[in-house]
């Protein structure tokens, strides 16, 4: 049981490149998030699902994209980066949602565009 | 606008006292709450939650204290261990989809 995983763990991207951050959890979770942390900062929720299909924008969505195909799966998808998304980002997952339980949170993708 | 804030950012202690981190939350509504810990170069680890109906929490060598009142959480850490040491978060639910809102965390350091 490998819990939350994320992909890849370090990144440098040019200016405009695109890029996926791959996130995958094996404990059936329907719920699945994406944060990302700035230094110094809490963090900020970006996107949300609450199941396969299903994705909601959350505090900070601007500049990303997500899929839900699978429950296992919830793919972060960057299209144009830009130096402001240099950060670490952290997916997370629940079994129910967030006000019976806690999330499960990967190790995080360092992202740093140059 | 709501926000969870934290009184102090960092806080040393010797190893063997207890910790006090402390958090203030500004949406009264918020019903649920969450303290993390995050050690350097990893994600954040569940602690302790608390829901808006209780006033004091129980883990093993942590307690969680919620008043209401003047909207304030802590996080009391007993005989605090040298592996304690990292950055802990509390976190609110708010909304009605129960997102969480984080605040900017304390760093706790454990002196030998």
């Known amino acids: 049981n490998a819990g939350v995983t994320q992909t890849p763990k370090f990144r440098i991207l040019k200016i405009g490149q695109s890029m996926t951050l791959q996130c995958a959890q094996d404990?059936?979770?329907?719920?699945m998030y994406w944060y990302r942390q700035d230094p110094g900062m809490g963090l900020k929720l970006i996107y949300y699902s609450v199941g396969a299909g299903i994705t909601d924008k959350g505090e900070v969505p601007n500049g990303y994209n997500v899929s839900r195909s699978t429950t296992e799966d919830f793919p972060l998808r960057l299209e144009l980066a830009a130096p402001s998304q240099t950060s670490v980002y952290f997916c997370a997952s629940s079994r129910r949602q967030i006000n019976t339980g806690e999330l499960f949170f990967g190790e995080g993708s360092r992202l740093t565009v140059l | 606008g709501e926000s969870v804030g934290l009184h102090l950012p960092t806080l040393s202690v010797q190893e063997g006292d207890n910790s006090i981190i402390n958090c203030a939350y500004s949406n009264s509504a918020s019903d649920y709450f969450i303290w993390y810990k995050q050690e350097s170069g990893k994600g954040p680890q569940f602690i302790i939650d608390?829901?808006?109906?209780?006033d004091k929490r129980q883990g093993q060598r942590v307690t969680v204290l919620l008043n209401k009142t003047v909207k304030h959480l802590s996080l009391q850490i007993a005989a605090t261990q040298p592996g304690d040491s990292a950055v802990y978060f509390c976190a609110e639910k708010s909304g009605s989809q129960g997102n969480l809102i984080f605040g900017k965390g304390t760093k706790l350091s454990v002196k030998p």
């Open positions: 404990m059936n979770h329907n719920y």
């Open positions: 608390i829901r808006s109906n209780m």
